[in-house]
């Protein structure tokens, strides 16, 4: 007799416990695509974010005129800006305490520039983890259930006088659907965490090479208040 091999019919007929791995790997993929397109789109709008002010800061316009946009706005879109609105908004404080040394003006800028950068590297890395976490325990999972599978396959054929091919494949082949399933899981999230990981790489050099150019910025106008931007 002719057996339905269809991978539905397969996780239909498989145990209870490699179901609810099969169950649990389906919903750990699917969060882990979620988490993939809105990494991806929010990748791609951080970046314009960041070359449009660059752009602008670039342009020649004085660093105040800048701040005061930062400031009016209801909130700066772009990483950079948020550094960039951080130090100033230091310098203009310890002004306004009456601190007039260049240099210690210049160390509070870059200290609150470099927690900025740090809060703005955790929020860009969110999730990251999570396909890391399923990219490496996915195929461990699934390779249980096939395990499972297997042994309550086996469990099955015991009680049979006469063990053929035919009764074996059926088992064996539900049990494999796990495995499948745990790639099926992992695959993308290892493209993706590498992905995202190089991509992430490259905003963080953006970021704290802003950070050294405005610093250099600052320190001229600091010690200099007449030089222009």
Known sequence: MNQDLSIIQLVLHASFIVQLVI???LGVSLASWTVIFSKFFGLRSLRAANDEFEREFWSGRNIQELYGDAARADGPDAPLERIFASGMREVLKLRERRVADATLLLEGARRA??????RELDQI???LSFLGSVAS???YVGLFGTVWGIMHAFTGLSSLQQVTLATVAP???????ATAIGLFAAIPAVLAYNRF???IDRVA???ESFIDEFSNI????LTQPGAAH
Do not use: C, F, H
Not at 113 to 118: I, K, P, T, V
Not at 171 to 177: F, Q, S, Y
Not at 218 to 221: G, I
């Open 171 to 177: 088992g064996i082949a539900e049990a494999l659907v």
């Open 23 to 25: 169950l649990i790997l």
């Open 218 to 221: 600052l320190a001229r106008n």
């Open 113 to 118: 520039m470099r927690a900025s950068l740090q």
């Open 197 to 199: 990981s190089r991509d």
């Open 137 to 139: 325990v996915s195929p």
């Open 205 to 207: 050099i953006t970021l």
């Open 125 to 127: 890395e969110s999730k």
